[in-house]
């Protein structure tokens, strides 16, 4: 094995607009408040396509603005996104070679240029993603992160597609549903928060995300009303 250390990226930067920030800095604090022992954070959908991973990367970087040390995990091993966010720098290592023992934890975490936010990514795609979630070697990793960092973010697939979230969100301190607006219906969210409660998962709520906020529709009328005079107008039209 190489002798190498932990790896070094370059995000790539966006600019979210105002709402966008103050819904993550809210979905933060209600985590925040959720108790102290709320470290580690599952992060689903129903179906792909809902910004989950988005939700866990935005989330993410704004406890990382909050001084806190935050390490997110892809662990959505059959259709990962996230490497998408990486602008500069070679991922050598991610979560599937620790977890089959071709490297150490070290090597496989990235450290980002924004302050206090580091990345462990997905890595080769694998027949057993399942098998090695639900492994003795993930439950190491969590604990181990756990000592090193005040968060653990943990992007998961869609468990209306597979059952790798629950299995993940059993492990985690608890489990956040991201929902996208006019995606799916209401009886199959129903089953998919179902699947999670029988997999004895920790629901700590609900991500409405994706939600049109122009001036035609209610929340762009409210919000616009409320905080246009304070903020001036936002031409952002989607939100969580």
């Known amino acids: 094995m190489e002798n190498l250390t932990m790896q070094d990226i370059i995000l790539q930067d966006k600019d979210l607009s105002y709402r966008s920030r103050e819904a993550y800095r809210t979905l933060r604090s209600n985590i925040e408040f959720s108790g102290k022992d709320v470290r580690t954070i599952a992060v689903t959908s129903c179906t792909p396509n809902e910004g ?9 970087r704004s406890f990382a603005q909050n001084k806190q040390r935050v390490l997110l995990i892809d662990a959505d091993m059959r259709k990962s996104v996230m490497a998408s966010v990486v602008q500069k720098g070679k991922i050598r290592y991610g979560l599937s070679n620790f977890l089959i023992g071709q490297c150490t934890l ?18 080769p795609s694998t027949p057993t993603p399942s098998e090695l979630l ?29 059952i790798d979230s629950a299995i993940i969100g059993k492990k985690c301190d608890g489990v956040i549903l991201v929902i996208g607006s006019g995606s799916v219906s209401y009886t199959f969210a129903q089953g998919v928060k179902e699947q999670l409660v029988k997999a004895d998962c920790h629901i700590l709520g609900t991500v409405l995300n994706k939600v049109h906020m122009d001036s035609k529709g209610y929340y762009g009328k409210y919000y ?11 031409s952002e039209k989607e939100g969580i």
């Open 224 to 234: 616009g009303k409320y905080y246009g005079k304070y903020y001036g107008k936002d």
């Open 134 to 162: 639900g492994s003795e070697a993930f439950d190491q990793l969590l604990s181990e992160c756990r000592k090193l960092y005040d968060y653990i973010v943990v992007d998961t697939p869609p468990l209306g597609s597979v």
């Open 52 to 60: 989950k991973s988005e939700v866990s990367f935005e989330l993410s």
């Open 106 to 123: 070290e090597q496989c975490i990235c450290r980002t240029n924004l302050d206090g936010l580091y990345m462990i990514f997905s890595g």
